[in-house]
C-alpha cells in the first residue's frame, strides 16, 4: 500500500502544480517502498536526493507561476520555499553523515515538510488563482453580452 495516495483534497486547482505534486507523493512512496523493503542507505540517500532535487525545481515553477499571475504573497512563500530546502539541507547532511534516522522520523519528516506545505500555503495561491480566473471569466461574459 502506498505510504500516500493522490486525492482531490490536495488539489490546487491548477493542473501543472497538481502534476508535479502528484510527482512529489510518487518520489515519497518510493522512498517508502525501499525502506519497507530494507535496501541499504546508499538507496536511500539517493531517493531523499532526487526528492530534493524534483522539490527545488517545482518551488522554483510555482514561483515563477505566482509571479505571473500576481499573487500578493509572493515574497512570504519564497521565504517558505527557502527555509523549506535548508531543512531538507540540514536533514539530508544529517543522514549522510551516517546519523541513524529512523524510518519514521524520515517519512514523519517528509510528511510535514511537503504535505503540510501543499495542504496549507500551496492552497493559498491556488484559491487566489481561481478567484481571479473567476473574475475574467465573468468580464468576458459581461463583454460578450
Ligand atoms: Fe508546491
Ligand atoms: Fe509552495
Known sequence: MPFITWDDCYSVHIPEMDEEHKIIIKIINQLDDVIKDGKDQYVIGDIINQLIEYTITHFSNEEK???????????KHKRIHSSLCEQARIFLNEY?????????????????????????????????????????QETQEVLIK
Open 65 to 75: 507561476l505566482m509571479a505571473g499571475f500576481g499573487f500578493p504573497e509572493l515574497e
Open 96 to 136: 549522510n553523515s551516517g546519523k541513524s534516522i529512523s524510518a519514521e522520523k524520515l517519512m514523519k519528516f517528509l510528511w510535514e515538510w511537503l504535505l503540510d506545505h501543499i495542504m496549507g500555503d500551496d492552497k493559498k495561491y491556488g484559491q487566489f488563482y481561481t478567484k481571479i480566473n473567476t473574475k475574467n
